[in-house]
C-alpha cells in the first residue's frame, strides 16, 4: 500500500496525505488488476493535473510497463485523457459518472445545502459537510462565507482524517470497536507522531462526547481555525460532520464555541427535515404505477 511519507509534521498543509493506494493483497478474493486501475486514478489530485506514466509509476509503487497499459486501458474506457502536448494524462469526463450513483442517491447534501449557506453568510467562515473514506475526509457539500475564501473546497476535496476537526469529528463518531481498529491503522502509519496525535484524539472525542463538537486550531493548516459536529448518517454506517472553518486571526476560541454550538444545532435540522420527507417509492411501486 502506497502511503505519503509522514517522517516530520508537514509545515504546510499536505493534500496527498490520507490518500491509501493499494496495487495487490494475499487474500485470494482480491483482483489486483482492478486496484492497480483504480490506483492510478486516485494519484490524481489537484495539485497534480497532469501526470506522466514515469510519474505514475513512482507514486503507486508499479512498474511502468505496467503502468503504460493501464493508463493506454484507461484512456480507451473515458477515464483518462492524453496529451501529446505535454507527454502525459489528466483525468477524463468519464470519472465523472463513477461519483454520480452516489451523489445523487445521498440526500444528506442537498437537504443541508440552504442551511449551510446561511450559515456560511451568517458566520463569515467556510461551511462543509464531509464524509469519511478510509484515512481521508471527502467533501460532499460547501457553502463560502470567508471574504477570501479556500477555493479548493469542492464536492470532492480531500481532508486528512487525522488532522482536521471534521476527521476528528467522524471518529468520535465511530462504534468503540471501529475506532480501535482504526487507532491501529493510525499507529502503524503515523508511528513517530502517534503519541502526540492519539493524544489530540482523545481529546476531540472527549469534546464531542461533552458538548457535541470539537475544535481544532492549526492542525492541519497553520493559519486556519476550524470546529465541527458528527452527523451519523441514518443507515448507522456512514460517518458524516459539518464543519466551519477561516482564518486563526477572526476564529477565535469563543467564536469557535459558539459557531460549534450553532453547527449542532444545524445537524439535528438536518435530521429533522430528512425524517419529515416522503420515502421514495420502491422500484416494484414505481413498475405498478407505470402505464
Not at 509534521?9 to 495487490?24: A, F, M
Not at 473515458?78 to 463513477?98: D, H, I, T
Request: with cysteine; proline share 7%; charged share 25%.
Amino acid at each position: 500500500m502506497g502511503r505519503p511519507s509522514r517522517k516530520d509534521k508537514p509545515v504546510t498543509p499536505d493534500y496527498s496525505e490520507g490518500i491509501q493506494i493499494k496495487t495487490e493483497d494475499e487474500d485470494p478474493r482480491f483482483n489486483n488488476a482492478v486496484a492497480r486501475g483504480l490506483a492510478i486514478l486516485r494519484t490524481f489530485q489537484f495539485d497534480r493535473k497532469l501526470l506522466g506514466n514515469v510519474e505514475i509509476a513512482e507514486a503507486t509503487g508499479l512498474p511502468k510497463p505496467t503502468v503504460s497499459r493501464l493508463t493506454f486501458t484507461l484512456t480507451q474506457l473515458g477515464y483518462l485523457r492524453y496529451l501529446p502536448e505535454f507527454g502525459k494524462y489528466e483525468l477524463a469526463a468519464g470519472v465523472v459518472s463513477l461519483a454520480y450513483p452516489y451523489l445523487v442517491n445521498m440526500p444528506v447534501p442537498t437537504v443541508a445545502r440552504p442551511l449551510m449557506e446561511e450559515f456560511a453568510e451568517k458566520s463569515r467562515t467556510n461551511v462543509g459537510l464531509g464524509v469519511h473514506e478510509g484515512l481521508s475526509v471527502l467533501y460532499l457539500e460547501y457553502a463560502l462565507g470567508e471574504p477570501n475564501p479556500n477555493r479548493r473546497q469542492r464536492v470532492g476535496f480531500r481532508v486528512p482524517l487525522i488532522r482536521t476537526a471534521m476527521g476528528r469529528a467522524c471518529i468520535a463518531a465511530m462504534q468503540p470497536q471501529e475506532r480501535t481498529q482504526l487507532f491501529d491503522e493510525l499507529k502503524d502509519h503515523y508511528r513517530k507522531e502517534w503519541p502526540q496525535l492519539q493524544g489530540e484524539l482523545e481529546d476531540a472525542i472527549e469534546q464531542v462526547e461533552r458538548r457535541g463538537f470539537c475544535i481544532a486550531a492549526g492542525t492541519f493548516q497553520k493559519s486556519t481555525n476550524s470546529v465541527a459536529a458528527p452527523f451519523v448518517h441514518t443507515d448507522g454506517r456512514t460517518l458524516l460532520a459539518f464543519n466551519s472553518q477561516g482564518s486563526a486571526a477572526s476564529q477565535t476560541d469563543a467564536v469557535m464555541q459558539r459557531n460549534g454550538k450553532r453547527l449542532v444545532e444545524l445537524a439535528a435540522e438536518v435530521r429533522r427535515r430528512l425524517a419529515a420527507e416522503p420515502p421514495a417509492p420502491s422500484l416494484g411501486r414505481r413498475a405498478k404505477e407505470a402505464p
